[in-house]
């Protein structure tokens, strides 16, 4: 038995709807299904998977404008939507092979709604654009097969940006890096690759270098005797299980009273991120003590979170699915003007938002909770749901 409200319950909602358009557009390419007000969602949601759906997708868009969720009486509607940019409805089997989401929006609101309600299937699926369930943890292998891919199907394209790389930091005295194996900092051995770190660090004091303690820090084990902050510790286990020996973090890796190399790491940072396998960017804590890595069992429907499914009935669905630029755009990273360049710069980033990783370089984004390792669409052109590949940030 499906667990729905009468209304939901009314729109007669298979798998197929999701999978093949199951409206005449209105327009161009969109068709109203549901409208109501906040106050129905509210007395719907304890008993309705599809109504606490759509009331967590209206509270991530309301971020902007709170007022909206905070009024009873706020009208929205929900439109579908193909899944793909454009709908043509004479397009040839376009329109069955990236399926359609219903996307609700406040009337009051301005813009195009960012948040779709569409189908998810296990972690196995490989339909194009398709949601899909994901595990407690961030699954590393399938976020290795991501830049194996990139590696290998991208090459040159990935690497050689459009902003001139500049000279690798290697030359720049005082560069160190983390060797994650040996757990100390060390000179980067010539033609060994590093990881870059790419963080807020907030306002409290956390364990840095200085002049006093880097003697220290270069002895074997010596992060595993001092306590680095959280998000620094997740990301040396995210290099370790990615097989990266060597992580770059500015607080550990700049001797931060060293006043003969401090200025010239600082003004080296375009090559140290430009020349970086791979960033990773944690866009969601406002500090250093924050960490990324977080269970994901109870993030479901969190309102902190972008994250949340319902199972309607057996082996049917359904998820929010943020377009990854709406998300980007709150993040505590972003609203740091200067941390985010810090991305611009690197020609492959590993972000990691409300718990979730998203892969995104120079040509593609993939992401955890749906299907995109596609070549037959690209990201924001074929599928805005995806966002703009790191080419296209500001
Ligand atoms: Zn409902
Ligand atoms: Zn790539």
Sequence with gaps: ????????????????????????????YHSIALRGTIGDLRIREAGCGLCR???????????????????????????????????????DGAEAKYGSALYPKFKAATGSSNYGVQLVDDAATTVPLRGRAISDEVDMERVASWIRRCREEHGPRCVEGYLAAADHPIGVPGFFVIDVNRKCLTT???????????????????????KSNVDLFRIDGAFGRVRLPKTIRDAIEVAARLRYRFLWVDAVCIVQDDDSTKPLLIRSMDAVYGNAALTIIAA??????????????????????????????????????????????????????WTFQEGCRSPRCLVFLDGLAYFVCRTSVWREDLVAESSDFSPFEGANVLGKTSSEWP
């Design 1 to 28: 038995m499906p667990h729905l409200c009468a209304s939901c319950l009314a729109l007669g909602l298979t798998r197929a709807d999701f999978e093949n358009p199951p409206f005449v557009p209105e327009g161009k």
């Design 53 to 91: 759906l759509l009331l967590h997708a209206l509270s991530r868009e309301a971020r902007s404008q709170p007022e909206l969720l905070s009024d009873r009486g706020a009208d929205w509607e929900a439109e579908w939507m193909q899944n793909a940019f454009e709908y043509d409805p004479n397009a």
């Design 188 to 210: 980067l051995p010539g033609g060994m690759e590093y990881v870059a770190l790419s963080y807020v660090w907030g306002k409290s004091s956390f364990v840095n270098t200085t």
């Design 284 to 337: 969601s804590g406002t500090h250093a003590a924050a960490g990324f890595l977080r269970s994901r069992n109870r993030v479901n429907g969190d309102p902190e979170s972008s994250f949340a499914v319902q199972e309607i009935s057996l082996g049917f669905s359904l998820g929010v699915i943020p377009f990854l630029d709406g998300e980007l755009m709150h993040c505590p990273h972003a609203q740091r003007g």
